[in-house]
């Protein structure tokens, strides 16, 4: 049998913005109707060498019937070598035969997806006329959150870039940010500004969108700063100890989850739940229920919404699907027989 | 950076059972020395199609240094479309770096170390005049038993391989068996003879080693066929439900396992402890602990051993380190840039 395996440069051929960003809505919304499998995530920790592995793994039914997993490493100390701290592999098999269909750089996929994620969640629950967003953080995920947020969100006039650890990276990337979605992505920002936070408080208080994706373990955002209204996507906290949110901020927030329990595990929920500022019960729900019609997204113009998002494998084998599919159909990547 | 991609042909052309025998033997003796870790298993059953995956993930420390995972897909519906059932992949990361090293086809590395690993087991228990082997099993994974025992065990005179099945599958099977040996291994049986079993309590009545290796969910070897001094590797029992002795063989013999916990809850061992026939206290140890000198294996010329393999990441992870280094040096197989 044959399987395709693709590297990065492949990816960044195959895969487009509005491609991923369809498949992880529709994702979404099969894992609302029952049609998706998340199994139990396993994970390492290093501690002699400070990294940690993970593997999530899951099935996708309905149209697709795909399954499979994803191994993601990160190895900090790498950096001091010069080696890519963050690596991983995705493999996806056909559920109907149990085959091998392709495997593939795990690390683009995974940052195409999240930024996915990221914006479907803002377009379902900002208000409808916003036209701010921050980004808080300026790593290599800040990019692909702000490329998917202007793909579903083009009334967006003004983004701000924040980096609360360096300044001088939160200027040099808002200056470069135009040139890299243009690169990136082939998109144009057009009259959108994009410009450093400068004063956070600020920042945040002028955004109708705030999305988080920094490894933060303390909270970032406070309570105070945000105006009714705004919409957060948590995409940053996602293992035990994580936070970016005031945890007051979920006190009236009308909250959604990508996957409830691993949300209350290891998300941005997991702290205000232990604290107490919010129960279980008071969840309204996933988001698949809201791209899928089930339950209604924001309630109230004045409403705090709160996405939390951990990552399910789902996204991943789905998006894999989607690059396997392009490649073969234009004799993109390596074919092996295995 | 660059993995390794390796199909079954060139794992055919990498690897060889002395060479996978001497890591079986390595990696159940780090296992013995803490220097291992096995991740727990994730396992689904597609129940409407009668199908299982299963994922089992570890690393391998010491001098190896690797960690990955294995899925296997096992699709008995595929038979009638002329696919096959049972198909895999094993991906192998560096636990230095947790970059990506390879990824090979599963099934041919499983087949190679599950051999090795009852071979491994006999040559280390089993008396050490022993000359009769019963295979019980006559199927796919039966002619890699047979392979790596005669490796390890040159003093085998007879070979009787049993199909309770199907008899003529069994004929058909010891007849083709030379051959197969020759062809697929290199190996040549000289004056040993490989026989259909019969009837088969009197092929086990005559063995001092016994393999077991079907898929049986009800004991096939009677205690009162069995003479003293028999030493069984036990393979196939490796899901609840599963076993091929009866119970009370588990009564007086002296027990090892490949991993304690995993066979008390999947392996050879799961019934007769629930059953009462032998408490967890009785098992002597881990084959690992045998094999570094930790612990006796048999203690006396009449008593009845048991090995119990379930099955483990770790004998894959450091089988196909092999085949990577081995692909890389003699150039076989396809190098991708990830």
Redesign the interface.
Known sequence: ?QIK?L???DLEQVLDLPGVIEGVREAYRLKAAGET?V??L?A?H?ED?G?V?D?R?G?VMGRTQV???K?L???PG?RA?G???F???L?V?D??????LG???AAYVTCMRTGAAGAVAAAALAREDADTLTVLGAGKQALFQIAAALTVLPGIRRVYVADQLDKDNERAFAAACRDRLRGSFGLEAGDTAILPAGELSEAVGQSDIVITVTPSRAPVIRREWVRPGTHFSCIGADMEGKEELDPELFRSARVFADDLDQCIRVGELELPVKQGVIAREQVAGEIGQVLSGALPGRTDRDQITIFDATGLALLDLITGKQAIDAAAARGVG?T???
């Open positions: 049998m395996i590297g990065r440069g499998a199994w139990p396993v390492h290093f060498r990294a592995m593997i793994s099935a399954h499979g997993l191994m490493n990160n190895f790498n070598q080696l890519p701290p690596s991983g592999m493999m098999f559920s109907q035969t149990g085959l091998p495997v593939m750089d390596l092996a027989d295995i």
